[in-house]
């Protein structure tokens, strides 16, 4: 992949570096609902600039995985690394504690997130949403800040909602509001938990055009989706969960032409 | 038909309707019909009317104590009602023990049984003397300190339930979209959630409010010439109960009409950007007396 500076990215002053060629290490991974054990062993690592997209039915334990890496929820037993930081817990004597929330809540600036629903906060507008975490969080002076906000609203293409609240917007200009407002906190990697499920057909396309724009841009990217024509066209390398384990791993091509597990093909044969 | 069923199908009686209204035309005429046996018996217009809108110094201090105890009372509950929500929502389970039993005597018990026993009862032990204060060279006695303090702390443990169920009622993703961008709890709910569950507090907030310039009215017990004290002493001096008693109540009433204006106004503003908010609050027809006014179709109608 070649990486240009480009427009969403440049306007949060370009890639994030990590400080690491791996920017996830996930090891034996393990998680419980109560009995119900929904991560099993997952191990996987994404590395600086790679775009990973996870797939598999509902229940798979797609989404519980990639909130589990920001810490969202506990995991039971294994390690996740984010940039070489463990995530969410310190280790005392191998075994996990979880760490005090202030080391969690600096952990997050580094994990960008897109929430299914949005999650845009209906009582401030659409540059308020953007600029809030990086004037509370990261102390940016205020101009500093809502020059960023403008910027990155110019670059999702709504530089004229600037003042609107998000229930004016369309479900794709609000995920697009979104997308920005996590790029706002200068993430090293963004996880998408099915960003374009709950919005109509006709703006599916707008939301995936920005995530393909940031792709391209070099952003680490953890994308769970059920959108194989977005896979086949950004995807460094595709995953395959069922059951809470992942059991099939490749490209995108791999996925389309040569699909080796039974459920993945069943799966594929009911999406595409 | 029989007489009870007319009387279903005419709602009030016309019997009892009668006597009510020429109860009430003795009343605005003055001829009562007990004749001179009695100093008083004819509605004392002037006492009445004077009490009301020349109203002395008295009854203007006592108007005075009664807004200000509860405007001071309401804030220490609202301030006292977040904390004692948070706590009740802590993940330490001592915290949110602490909070419940804390909600559960204040409102398992009687108002006027706090009152007397915080200032009385406390005093009496010399646990704390409610000694008079300064407060920027205003002296403040220490009935009124005491009957603030349980006022508000009444308040806090009604305000908590209300809290509670403002914050309950924010998408638990308000919460992880903060979280994620890096705030802390304490910021998030400061910043995102709080706010949000402010829109949905501030109309049982303001009923609340209603309430409690009424119930300052308890005071009295302290010893505190709030506005309803000021007329048990007026009454007292010139024997006139029903004047004083129901000038104290027009007062009263229109504290309360004038707060239903401020709270109209204040959920107005709070509605704004709000999702599928009204331009309006309830009317004041309808705060008052409980009228739904007809919906507009505009309201109905859906969609973006």
């Known amino acids: 992949m070649t990486v240009q500076p480009h427009d969403l990215l440049a306007a949060i002053g370009g890639v994030p570096k990590p400080p690491t060629e791996v920017v996830i290490q996930a090891t034996d991974v393990n998680k419980w609902f109560g009995r119900l054990h929904v991560l099993r062993d997952i191990s996987m690592t994404v590395k600086r600039q790679e775009v990973v997209v996870v797939i598999g039915a509902s229940g798979s334990g797609k989404t519980t995985f990639i909130r589990c890496v920001n810490h969202l929820e506990k995991i039971q037993s294994g390690r996740i690394f984010v940039n070489g930081h463990l995530i969410g817990y310190r280790e005392v004597n191998g075994k996990l504690v979880e760490d005090k929330e202030s080391n969690i809540a600096k952990q997050r600036q580094e994990i960008g997130m897109v929430f299914q629903r949005f999650n845009l906060f209906p009582h401030k507008t659409a540059l308020e949403n953007i600029i809030e975490a990086p004037l509370l969080v990261r102390k940016t002076p205020p101009a500093e800040a809502t020059d960023m906000g403008k910027a990155l609203l110019t670059r999702v293409g709504l530089a004229a909602k600037a003042d609107v609240y998000p229930a004016q917007l369309s479900g794709g200009q609000q995920q697009r509001v979104a997308i920005a407002r996590a790029l706002a906190m200068k993430p090293a990697l963004m996880l998408f938990d099915e960003p374009t499920s709950a919005l109509d057909p006709e703006m599916i396309g707008e939301v995936l055009e920005v995530m393909k724009e940031l792709a391209r841009e070099g952003m680490t990217m953890i994308v769970v989706t059920h959108e194989m024509g977005f896979a086949r066209e950004v995807a460094d390398r595709v995953l395959m969960m069922d059951e809470g384990q992942i059991i099939e791993e490749g490209t995108p091509e791999h996925f389309f032409t040569n699909p080796q597990n039974e459920r993945t093909k069943s799966f594929l044969s009911k999406i595409l | 038909m029989t007489p009870s069923r007319i009387s279903r199908t005419l709602g009030p009686r016309p019997a009892v309707v009668l006597a009510g209204a020429s109860s009430l035309a003795l009343l605005v005429t003055g001829c009562g019909s007990q004749g001179a046996a ?267």
């Not at chain 2, 509860?70 to 389970?93: N, P």
């Not at chain 2, 915080?118 to 032990?125: C, M, N, P, Q, R």
């Not at chain 2, 009604?158 to 993703?173: H, K």
């Open chain 2, 38 to 304: 009695t100093t008083h018996v004819a509605f004392d217009w002037s006492a009445f009317t004077s009490s009301l809108f020349t109203p002395d110094h008295l009854i203007l201090a006592g108007l005075f104590l009664t807004v200000v105890i509860s405007v001071i009372s309401q804030a220490i509950g609202v301030i006292l009602g977040v904390f004692l929500a948070l706590a009740r929502m802590a993940k330490a389970a001592p915290i949110r023990w602490i909070a419940s039993i804390y909600i559960w005597v204040f409102r398992g018990t009687p108002l006027l049984v706090q009152l007397v026993f915080f200032y009385f009862g406390v005093g009496a032990v010399h646990l704390f003397g409610w000694n008079p204060i300064n407060v920027l060279g205003l002296q403040i006695p220490g009935a009124i300190q005491a009957g603030i303090f349980v006022l508000g702390a009444n308040e806090g443990a009604y305000m908590s339930e209300i809290v509670r169920a403002g914050i309950i009622s924010i998408d638990p993703g308000q919460m992880e979209a903060a979280k994620s961008l890096g705030m802390t709890y304490a910021q998030a709910m400061r910043r995102i959630v709080l706010p949000q569950a402010a829109r949905v507090i501030i109309p049982p907030l303001g009923n609340e409010f209603n309430n409690m310039l009424k119930t300052t009215s308890l005071l009295f017990v302290l010893g505190i010439q709030e506005l309803y004290e000021t007329f048990v002493i007026k009454q007292g001096q010139n024997y006139l109960p029903f004047e004083m008693y129901l000038a104290c109540a027009l007062w009263f009433l229109l504290l309360t009409t004038i707060w239903g204006f401020i709270q109209a106004r204040i959920e107005r503003q709070f509605a704004k950007g709000a999702p599928g908010a009204p331009t309006s609050g309830p009317g004041l027809r309808q705060r008052l007396f409980g009228v739904r006014p007809a919906v507009e179709p505009s309201l109905v109608s859906g969609g973006r």
